[in-house]
Every structure is written in structure tokens, then in C-alpha cells.
T-cell receptor
């Protein structure tokens, strides 16, 4: 299957700082990338959908000014958590697909801990 | 509204067979996915069905009935490493994945 990488795997930061997470599709061109958040023992929650070259579409309740998403190329999307707070601590997972009906392939996830 | 239902938790014995059911109601339908997610890890793709019938892939098989809005994932010859959550997700008319809450499968020796 297709490979999606995510960096960093884990990050610990102080409250008020910003954290950038990168998501890359390694062997295919991802026209669409998705960002999910998952709290312990809960299901995946879609945060936003981004198409290459256009603004991300955020799900209801997700602050677009706090979670900045950039999808500048067909192989790279970034999620920046601005002014992070302890309640933002979570497992952030990206996924990517090439075409609309294609399978979404997931990155390995980034565990964010905000102190 | 759109909805995916699957059992919260199931228990099975090593070497046995288990069937995880999923029912869906979506605005349009473009296929049904199953993913496996081990604790602390991201989901990994298992199967995709868009036509009615059974798709077999090694120890895992997935079935779809579009008229009934129903799918199941069948796991044979269960191994301890199969202990994980299994996520059912339907692709709606906008090609958005609608996720179930996942079924936690516990395998006992």
C-alpha cells in the first residue's frame, strides 16, 4: 500500500508555544489530505480536509485560526497548533488519498503533550 | 443524518473465527472501508468494498450488502496480534469518510 509519513512522532511543548506537524505522501501524489485528532479510548475525529493549493475545510467546532493547515504541494501538508494549551494534548493523525474514491492511507501519528 | 453502527467490544478465542458487523446510513454511498488500529498507533487499511459480495484477503474477509446497508469483517484463525480496534467507515456522496466508533476486539488464549 501507499506510504504516508508524519513528523515528529511525538512532541512535548510548553503552554503558549506553537507546534508544527508535517505529513508527507512518499510514493503517491495526494490531492487531498485529512487531519484527525484522537483522544485516548475515543474514535477518530476529523478536524479538516485540505486539497492541494486551496484553503482547508474545517469541521464544525475546529478553530481554523488555532489549527493552521497548509497543503502547498501534492506530497506535503502541515498542521500548526498555535498557542498550544494542555487541552490540545492529543494524538494527531494525518491521512492522504490520491483521488476521491481512493483509500485513505494514514501516517503513523504525532503524540502532542502540552505542559 | 449519517450514521455508522458497530459493536463497542467483542471477545474471541485464539484460533477461532469472529465476525464484526457494521451497519451504515449515509447520504449516497461510494464504498465501505475497514481499518485496523492497534492501541497507540494510527489506523491501517484492511479492505474496501463497493460491490455486493465477499472479498477475501488471507485470514481477513469483508462482506457488503448495499441494499441492507450492511457490512461485516470476518477474521479467521485468530492470533493474539489481532487484538485491536476495527474501524468501519463509509464513503458518502461527497467522498467523505463517515467513521464508526470502532470495535475493540479482545483475543483470549
Amino acid at each position: 500500500g501507499a506510504v504516508v509519513s508524519q513528523h515528529p512522532s511525538w512532541v512535548i511543548c510548553k503552554s503558549g508555544t506553537s507546534v508544527k506537524i508535517e505529513c508527507r505522501s512518499l510514493d503517491f501524489q495526494a490531492t487531498t489530505m485529512f487531519w484527525y485528532r484522537q483522544f485516548p479510548k475515543q474514535s477518530l475525529m476529523l478536524m479538516a480536509t485540505s486539497n492541494e493549493g486551496s484553503k482547508a475545510t474545517y469541521e464544525q467546532g475546529v478553530e481554523k485560526d488555532k489549527f493552521l493547515i497548509n497543503h502547498a504541494s501534492l506530497t506535503l501538508s502541515t498542521l500548526t497548533v498555535t498557542s498550544a494549551h494542555p487541552e490540545d494534548s492529543s494524538f494527531y493523525i494525518c491521512s492522504a488519498r490520491q483521488r476521491e474514491a481512493d483509500t485513505q492511507y494514514f501516517g503513523p501519528g504525532t503524540r502532542l503533550t502540552v505542559l | 443524518g449519517q450514521n455508522i453502527d458497530q459493536p463497542t467490544e467483542m471477545t474471541a478465542t485464539e484460533g477461532a473465527i469472529v465476525q464484526i458487523n457494521c451497519t451504515y446510513q449515509t447520504s449516497g454511498f461510494n464504498g465501505l472501508f475497514w481499518y485496523q488500529q492497534h492501541a497507540g498507533e494510527a489506523p491501517t487499511f484492511l479492505s474496501y468494498n463497493v460491490l455486493d459480495g465477499l472479498e477475501e484477503k488471507g485470514r481477513f474477509s469483508s462482506f457488503l450488502s448495499r441494499s441492507k446497508g450492511y457490512s461485516y469483517l470476518l477474521l479467521k484463525e485468530l492470533q493474539m496480534k489481532d487484538s485491536a480496534s476495527y474501524l468501519c467507515a463509509a464513503l458518502d456522496s461527497n467522498y467523505q469518510l463517515i467513521w464508526g466508533a470502532g470495535t475493540k476486539l479482545i483475543i483470549k488464549p
